[in-house]
């Protein structure tokens, strides 16, 4: 998950493109020195999911473009590639499947 959209005082172009994880301590700063909302409900920042445990594909940002003014800005994702992750996923859904079916005694 990265920071797709900042827009409101502290939050500057430094946070637009960071992991979420990453700059987690920065935020909970700003929520106890500025009431920046944790999760962004505010409007405060927009968030985009590169990756999840249900994606079949991680998306890796390939090409971006910054936009900024005034505590307000955005990272524009150009152009993405789609990695594959992996040939584990099918064969491990079928375990799951297969041991829900065994009847309990």
């Known amino acids: 998950v990265i920071i797709s959209a900042v827009c409101a005082y502290p939050l500057d172009q430094s946070f637009l493109g960071k992991d979420l994880l ?5 935020i909970m ?6 009431s ?7 409007g405060e920042f927009e968030t985009t999911v ?3 445990p249900l994606f079949k594909y991680e998306l890796v940002v390939n090409d971006f473009e910054i936009e900024y003014k005034n505590y307000r800005g955005f990272y524009y994702i150009k152009s993405i590639i789609k990695k594959y992750k992996g040939w584990w996923i099918r ?9 829900q079916n065994i009847p309990s005694d």
Request: charged share 35%.
């Open 36 to 42: 920046i909302s944790l999760v962004g409900e505010g």
């Open 91 to 99: 064969p491990l859904l079928r375990i799951v499947q297969w041991w």
């Open 50 to 52: 590169l990756d999840m």
């Open 22 to 26: 990453k700059i987690k301590d920065k």
């Open 29 to 34: 700063e700003y929520n106890k020195k500025y």
